[in-house]
């Protein structure tokens, strides 16, 4: 036993790296879970933002464009610089004629929100990140769907 000195340091020096490794890709999985919660809530309050101003008049038809320029302006007021990153897209797509009005579709808005996770810890880019792995990046996508505010004429 006398020629066992230093043999706790190389158990450690082999172990650590392993161990450290571990610790940064539980943190790195914690940190994309709190971004996915934050970029699915952030979806949904653009597309309630956009359910209220997809139609200009009383019974009019919607328009994603104008849903569309009123979440990202909403969007650059929530994330000030980091929203030049995130995309956000309205589709409406109409789900059936009211029966209790004539003439009245009821139609949603459909928001898609892409929100990048810049990863954070070492090592773990190389497992998680979208290509090219290199940037450390990875891309979450969001998806809601809104019914559209109508409000009709008395």
Do not use: W
């Amino acid at each position: 036993m006398k020629n066992c000195k230093g043999q706790s340091a190389i158990e450690l020096l082999l172990v650590l790296p392993i161990f450290m490794l571990l610790i940064f890709f539980i943190l790195e999985l914690g940190n994309i879970a709190y971004h996915t919660i934050l970029a699915n809530h952030t979806s949904y309050e653009l597309a309630r933002i956009g359910s209220m101003v997809a139609v200009r008049e009383h019974g009019g038809k919607a328009d994603s464009y104008v849903a569309e320029y009123r979440m990202k302006n909403a969007l650059e007021k929530m994330f000030k610089r980091d929203a030049r990153y995130m995309s956000v897209s309205a589709v409406i797509q109409p789900t059936g004629k009211d029966p209790q009005t004539k003439g009245h579709v009821n139609e949603d808005l459909i928001v898609t929100l892409v929100y990048p996770i810049r990863l954070i810890f070492p090592g773990t880019k190389y497992v998680f990140a979208d290509k090219p792995k290199k940037l450390g990046k990875k891309r979450v996508k969001a998806v809601v769907r809104m019914p559209i505010e109508k409000p009709l004429l008395n």
